[in-house]
């Protein structure tokens, strides 16, 4: 039998007692079934909880036991889960470019992007300073493969040769995507995106150089102008409220794909009313 529990999580063992709190077993000595058991060997049972407050989660997540004894590694990447984004660049033409991305991160209504200093992309923003930041759902996870290893750049640098990059000219017809224009910059949005953000180049910077070393990638701030929203992602009830479980990005782990899971516990971030993050320039809206 599951517990549903407000403020506290308990564990809940196989034979339905549970440990920890005032008066039951200590989880430091004892099983959850009860069994004496020296610190800090796991349980063999695994925490089955139901979590909830306000209003409850009904979802149950299992937890297994751990020990937590961390070990020093060195791994070849850090990619421990970031948002996909298909970003829009201007090509010398005029043609427009597309290329996924996974290292980005927001701040109000500034954007950090970490691009390859060599690639097609960071050139087009370096030298048209505008783009749009396009997020696919799972439901674009394919074509964003497509473009997975695909480049605008002609020669395709060595690097990416190694890595098995192709020159592409058409990543709209790789991809098999369509496009929107835009209302503030010249690159076009895509249409199958639920997310796209018009904007503009504020600052740029070398990411992770040293003197005894050539710099690799280039960090760009960039500026959101225009958010426009698939209205199917929005709140009931509220035109500027994107409803997070409505929205499902695509997202990245270790160059794996993946999609965001259910909400797993009541967050007090969300108590605070959403319109008291709104940056000041956005104030009036």
């Given at each position: 039998?599951?517990?549903?529990?407000d403020?506290?999580?308990a564990?809940l063992?196989?034979?339905?007692t549970?440990?920890g709190?005032?008066?039951l077993?200590n989880?430091?000595?004892?099983?959850?079934?009860?069994?004496?058991?020296?610190?800090?060997?796991?349980?063999?049972?695994?925490?089955?909880i139901?979590?909830?407050?306000?209003?409850?989660i009904s979802?149950?997540v299992?937890?297994?036991?751990t020990?937590?004894?961390?070990i020093?590694?060195?791994p070849?990447?850090?990619?421990?889960?970031?948002?996909?984004?298909?970003i829009?660049?201007?090509?010398?033409?005029?043609?427009?470019?597309?290329?996924?991305?996974?290292s980005?991160?927001?701040?109000?209504?500034?954007?950090?992007l970490?691009l390859g200093?060599?690639?097609?992309?960071a050139?087009?923003?370096?030298?048209?300073?505008?783009?749009?930041l396009?997020?696919?759902?799972?439901?674009?996870?394919?074509?964003v493969?497509?473009?997975?290893?695909?480049?605008?750049?002609?020669p395709?640098?060595?690097?990416?040769?190694?890595?098995?990059?192709?020159?592409e000219k058409?990543?709209?017809?790789?991809?098999?995507l369509s496009?929107?224009?835009?209302?503030?910059v010249r690159?076009d949005?895509?249409?199958?995106?639920?997310?796209?953000?018009?904007?503009?180049?504020?600052?740029?910077?070398p990411?992770g150089s040293r003197?005894?070393k050539?710099?690799?990638a280039?960090?760009?701030?960039?500026?959101?102008?225009?958010?426009?929203?698939?209205?199917?992602?929005?709140?009931?009830g509220?035109e500027?409220?994107v409803?997070p479980?409505?929205?499902?990005?695509?997202m990245?782990?270790?160059c794996r794909?993946?999609?965001?899971g259910?909400?797993?516990?009541?967050s007090t971030?969300a108590?605070i009313?959403?319109?008291?993050y709104?940056?000041v320039?956005?104030?009036?809206?």
């Amino acid at each position: 039998m599951n517990s549903v529990v407000d403020q506290t999580v308990a564990p809940l063992g196989e034979c339905g007692t549970i440990s920890g709190g005032a008066g039951l077993p200590n989880p430091r000595t004892q099983g959850c079934c009860g069994s004496l058991r020296r610190a800090p060997e796991a349980s063999p049972c695994s925490k089955l909880i139901k979590l909830g407050r306000k209003k409850r989660i009904s979802q149950s997540v299992r937890l297994p036991q751990t020990q937590y004894m961390n070990i020093p590694v060195e791994p070849s990447i850090l990619y421990f889960g970031a948002p996909v984004v298909l970003i829009s660049t201007l090509n010398e033409d005029a043609t427009l470019n597309v290329a996924p991305m996974s290292s980005a991160w927001w701040l109000g209504w500034n954007c950090m992007l970490g691009l390859g200093a060599t690639g097609h992309t960071a050139h087009n923003l370096q030298r048209e300073k505008e783009c749009v930041l396009n997020l696919p759902s799972v439901a674009q996870v394919e074509a964003v493969n497509r473009l997975a290893r695909t480049t605008g750049s002609k020669p395709v640098p060595p690097h990416k040769v190694a890595m098995g990059y192709r020159h592409e000219k058409d990543k709209i017809g790789i991809a098999n995507l369509s496009t929107e224009p835009s209302a503030l910059v010249r690159p076009d949005r895509l249409a199958e995106c639920p997310v796209q953000l018009e904007a503009v180049l504020e600052t740029s910077r070398p990411f992770g150089s040293r003197p005894d070393k050539d710099t690799t990638a280039i960090a760009f701030e960039v500026r959101v102008v225009r958010a426009h929203v698939n209205p199917s992602i929005l709140l009931d009830g509220h035109e500027n409220r994107v409803d997070p479980n409505k929205w499902r990005p695509l997202m990245m782990s270790f160059c794996r794909f993946y999609g965001l899971g259910e909400e797993v516990f009541p967050s007090t971030l969300a108590e605070i009313p959403e319109s008291f993050y709104r940056p000041v320039a956005h104030m009036a809206r």
